[in-house]
């Protein structure tokens, strides 16, 4: 129930919650077509996402399918994230914070500097692909920690970093606020800088309306390595200002390969 969301984000999901309903769904969207799939939901007083409880229906689903499957798991411990690792799971998106004011005033957690690097460690020690993301103006609004949440995820080697917006979400406390598009320039800008060799996406969440295709040009004037859901304004600039262009039909977390490259416009989900 952070005030950012407070669950509103998950209504409009596929509800999986036990191993049985979770197998069966993502045979059912294998066989429409679907290339892979993304286990998230709502945190527990101490951070967690309970992917754990799902390990079976991730194993089972891997053998059956070669569907990509990553998930959300909040805080996590080497046990729980090499127990992921056997059973398949592709790799883990993890927020990480740098103001534990906000974690506290947003998230309603109580946690440290220490907590986000141990969990960020436990998940890189057995191999699963990590993305850290860092959401600007997550404090109400204001650029506070963004920059320190860098300097954490500098404790590993990430396979992408992914830099998020505050999204106003209808009927929060926090419906009517949005972060200022100028503050993405200098967090992108700065997390080039700190992973020359890792490439920095703009995550699907970034704000809303004309602020949107605003950050999306800051984004690719700062020289992201790409752009999740671009708006079609978006795509055009980029065409018109000659960038080369190439869509991929996957979470943006994952580096892109031909296996997940599409052809046309339909739904562009990452550029």
């Known amino acids: ?21 979770l197998e069966r769904k993502a045979l059912q969207l294998h066989r429409r077509g679907a290339k892979g799939i993304l286990l ?3 945190c527990d007083e101490r951070g ?9 229906a991730i194993k089972a689903i891997k053998e059956k399918t070669d569907l990509l499957i990553i998930a ?37 957690l109580v946690v440290s500097e220490k907590e986000y690097i141990e969990s960020l460690r436990a998940i890189e020690n057995p191999g699963i692909m990590v993305f850290p993301h860092v959401c ?11 920059l320190r949440a860098l300097e954490l995820i500098q404790n590993i080697n990430p396979t992408t970093v992914i830099i998020t917006g505050l999204m106003p979400v209808t009927g ?41 295709e605003e950050i999306e040009r800051i984004a690719l004037r700062s020289g992201v390595s ?5 708006t079609m304004a978006t795509v055009g600039f980029a065409e018109e200002n000659g960038y080369q262009i190439h869509y991929y039909g996957t979470c943006c977390g994952l580096i892109p390969d ?8 339909d739904i562009p989900s990452h550029i």
């Not at 969301?5 to 999986?16: M, Q, V």
């Not at 080497?78 to 914070?97: N, Q, R, T, Y």
């Not at 600007?136 to 963004?146: D, P, S, W």
């Not at 790409?226 to 671009?230: F, H, L, N, V």
Request: hydrophobic share 35%.
């Open 172 to 212: 929060t406390p926090m419906a009517h606020i949005k972060p200022r598009p100028s503050d993405f320039e200098k967090v992108i800008k700065r997390a080039i800088e700190l992973f020359p060799g890792t490439p920095v996406v703009l995550g699907c969440a970034h704000s809303s309306g004309r602020d949107r």
């Open 40 to 42: 998230t939901g709502g």
């Open 1 to 21: 129930m952070c005030k950012h969301c407070e669950g509103k984000l998950l209504e409009p999901l596929i509800p999986a919650t036990t191993c049985e309903e």
């Open 136 to 146: 600007v103006g997550l404090h109400f609004g204001e650029l506070r920690g963004e």
């Open 258 to 265: 031909e296996k997940t490259r599409v052809k046309g416009l």
């Open 72 to 108: 959300h798991t909040g805080f996590i411990s080497l046990e729980d994230a090499k127990a992921l690792k056997d059973s398949g799971l592709d790799g883990i998106g993890f927020d990480v914070l740098g103001d534990m004011g906000t974690a506290r005033e947003v998230y309603g």
């Open 48 to 56: 967690r996402v309970h992917v754990n409880n799902l390990i079976p």
């Open 226 to 230: 790409g752009i999740a859901a671009p």
